[in-house]
């Protein structure tokens, strides 16, 4: 397992997190997997085995209950693992239980904290935009936390480029706690990250965390040209995220991963998830199975190295249209591309 460095920030995380909103099965979350403690721990045990470092999960995930079998299935891991979580969406049906408001977040922070069973959260996230509360007010409630030992390092997921800058300026001016990661949806299927997400976690020294890195299994290798869609499959209900535009496109991405992952005798989502952690900027992947044997496939990616040509044909099939201003720029200013710029226009 491979450990790189989450942003500004001075800590080392496995290219490897282990996601966990299978974890518990309450509501809509039954439609992706419904892992109890037992199950759980088998899985934190298997991460372990293999490297990881990181477990990503949400207090919205089943209501909390996936907070609370992370807090018991990584009991006997405590010294091994970092443990992020993240808020923003409602948790009740009252007007203050929902946003990024100061009030909410140290609620918010106080309830993980016990559904954990830990005394800090190491990377605490925030899980959306929230357009109404002032980023002074959410970045210094955050400050606070980390000031009194709550949580180590803050994030953001979700966030448009304007949203990161903004945030980082706030940061600055107020001399609050600064974000080190933002965690993304970014696959060989959906590459809208590339535009601007990516160029700016770059510029300004974000990680990037990769949430859904197999387009919720549409890379997963069941999904093939001129086949029925498996009858688990989450697409087929009311679950839409990843949204599918055009769906002949899919199959052409899938085709060229199944043919590399051929090759190399491994699966679709081991191409898909490798080809990630080639790409510019990623520092992990957030990865969730329903089965220990999905886990196991989803960590062997990790050792999987995919050549300079295996890489150019997984970006060719894979590329979307450039929007405005992208493509004036790939027309008039690629003499004085920044690193940044470079991972979309170079």
């Known amino acids: 397992m491979e450990y790189r460095q989450l942003g500004r920030s001075g800590l080392n995380v496995s290219t490897m997190t282990m996601g966990t909103m299978t974890f518990g099965g309450q509501g809509m979350f039954s439609q992706l997997g419904t892992t109890d403690v037992e199950g759980a721990t088998r899985q934190i045990d298997l991460c372990v085995e293999r490297g990881v470092n990181l477990v990503d999960t949400a207090d919205m995930y089943s209501a909390g209950q996936s907070e609370e079998i992370v807090g018991q299935a990584t009991k006997n891991h405590r010294d091994d693992l970092l443990i992020a979580t993240k808020m923003r969406f409602p948790m009740g049906d009252g007007p203050n239980d929902g946003g990024a408001s100061r009030q909410r977040i140290v609620r918010s922070c106080e309830d993980s904290l016990r559904r954990l069973g830990v005394e800090h959260i190491d990377l605490y996230q925030m899980h959306g935009w929230d357009g109404l509360t002032p980023l002074e007010e959410t970045l210094e409630a955050l400050d606070t936390l980390v000031r009194k030992g709550k949580i180590r390092y803050i994030g953001c997921s979700n966030y448009s480029a304007w949203h990161i800058m903004k945030a980082l300026g706030v940061s600055e001016r107020g001399e609050y706690q600064r974000f080190v990661s933002q965690q993304i949806h970014y696959t060989l299927q959906a590459r809208e990250a590339e535009n601007e997400l990516v160029p700016v976690s770059i510029d300004q020294g974000l990680g990037i965390l990769v949430w859904s890195p197999i387009a919720g299994g549409l890379l997963s290798g069941k999904f093939r040209r001129g086949q029925d869609d498996p009858e688990t499959s989450r697409h087929l209900g009311e679950w839409s995220e990843p949204p599918v535009a055009d769906r002949e496109r899919l199959y052409d991405i899938i085709e060229v991963a ?12 081991q191409v898909a998830n490798a080809w990630l952690l080639h790409k510019p900027g990623v520092t992990s992947l957030v990865i969730g199975a329903r089965t220990e044997e999905q886990l196991a496939d989803n960590l062997a990616a990790a050792d999987l190295a995919l050549s300079d040509d295996e890489m150019r044909r997984l970006d060719e099939v894979s ?28």
């Not at 199944?258 to 989502?269: P, T």
């Open 258 to 269: 199944a043919e590399i992952g051929d090759a190399h005798g491994v699966s679709v989502a």
């Open 319 to 346: 590329a979307m249209p450039l929007l405005y201003p992208y493509w004036h720029q790939r027309n008039t200013i690629t003499d004085r591309l920044s690193p940044a710029d470079a991972t979309l226009l170079g």
